[in-house]
């Protein structure tokens, strides 16, 4: 256990700070869930509003610095194939 202020401080920080992003992770999977859950009922109106809605809660999370900008650019190229391979 840290004995310096300035340690204890930075402990309390980081346990705030990670409690956080794993609320934001959790926004995400669930948000990309909510979205194949429309692709595989077919329903291809449903999937585009849940596609805009993951694709937006994944750039927020990119922009606050939780995930890195070229994984969420990963992970929204990755559900917007699988939006068009579902028009297609």
């Known amino acids: 256990m840290a004995n310096i202020k300035s340690a204890k401080k930075r402990i309390s920080v980081i346990e705030k700070k ?3 992003n794993k609320v934001r992770k959790s926004q995400i999977k669930t948000a990309i869930r909510k979205f194949e859950d429309a692709v595989a009922a ?14 937006k809660r994944i750039h927020q999370v990119a922009s606050k610095g939780t995930i890195h900008k070229n994984a969420a650019a990963r992970k929204v190229a990755k559900l917007a194939n699988k939006l068009n391979s579902m028009n297609a």
């Open 42 to 55: 077919g329903n291809k109106e449903d999937a585009a509003v849940k596609f805009q809605s993951a694709q």
């Open 18 to 20: 990670t409690a956080l």
